[in-house]
């Protein structure tokens, strides 16, 4: 069993709201049947209220354009290993790409965004990179993502919130 928590913090760093998702992670050998489930769970409304693209036209012509992060974080939290790292590079039109991997093994759930478009994913140009937020907690948008992968791995999805 596994428990990945996101805080909400109030002024002076107060913690008011917590959500925690209670799961059986998936072992390394399942990462690729990982990286598909991802894939058939990434949809346009996980893109709704986040960061601008660069390219918004892109969302709904070039399948997984705008899911890189998310996907890419809700894959590192699903795995029961600790050997995963997150990196990232710009890629041809000076936009952050993100994937994980383990030594030289790449693991990028949205590659096929470049191929599509006959562009090869920057990961040669990779960094190790650290999750975008505050003590790098997980996004909410990722979150949800892993809810939809999960299905019956889910054990608990609970938000619980306190006075301040």
Not at 41 to 50: E, F, I, M, V
Not at 111 to 129: A, I, L
Not at 130 to 147: F, T, V
Request: charged share 30%.
């Amino acid at each position: 069993m596994k428990e990945v928590k996101r805080h909400c913090y109030a002024k002076g760093n107060v913690i008011y709201k917590t959500r925690t998702i209670t799961f059986k992670p998936f072992v390394k050998f399942e990462i690729h049947n990982v990286m598909k489930l991802i894939q058939d769970n990434l949809t346009p409304d996980l893109l709704s209220g986040r960061k601008k693209v660069m390219y918004p036209d892109d969302v709904n012509k070039v399948k997984y354009y705008g899911h890189c992060y998310h996907a890419s974080q809700a894959l590192y939290y699903l795995m029961n290993t600790d050997q995963l790292k997150g990196y990232s590079a710009e890629d041809y039109r000076g936009e952050k790409h993100w994937w994980l991997q383990d030594g030289d093994q790449v693991f990028d759930v949205t590659s096929d965004q470049y191929h599509s478009v006959g562009q090869k994913p920057p990961h040669d140009r990779g960094k190790v990179t650290k999750w975008y937020g505050w003590q790098e907690r997980p996004q909410q948008i990722s979150l949800n993502l892993m809810a939809r992968v999960l299905k019956n791995r889910l054990i608990k999805d609970k938000e619980e919130k306190w006075d301040i």
